[in-house]
C-alpha cells in the first residue's frame, strides 16, 4: 500500500493530537489543575518539570513533531 504525503502528514496530525491528550492526561495526575496552554510552558511547574513519566511523554510529542517538520521539510525540497 501506497500512502501519499498528504495522507503522511494527515496520520502525524493524528498522532500528534492524540500524543497531546495523553500528556494533559498525564500532567493531570500529578497536577490536577494544569491546562493545555500550561503544558507549553511545564517549567511553571515543578511537580511536572521533575517528573520522569511526564517529562517521557513530553519527549514523545516532539519526536513526533520533529518527524512531521523533516517530512514537511523532505517534500518541499523532492522534485515535482
Aim: one cysteine or more.
Amino acid at each position: 500500500m501506497e500512502l501519499s504525503w498528504t495522507e503522511i502528514e494527515h496520520l502525524l496530525q493524528e498522532l500528534i493530537e492524540g500524543q497531546q491528550k495523553h500528556l494533559l492526561q498525564c500532567g493531570r495526575r500529578i497536577v490536577p489543575q494544569v491546562t493545555q496552554e500550561d503544558l507549553l510552558q511545564p517549567n511553571d511547574f515543578p511537580e511536572l518539570e521533575n517528573h520522569p513519566s511526564f517529562r517521557y511523554e513530553e519527549g514523545v510529542l516532539a519526536g513526533i513533531q520533529a518527524t512531521k517538520v523533516a517530512l514537511r521539510t523532505l517534500i518541499h525540497r523532492a522534485p515535482r
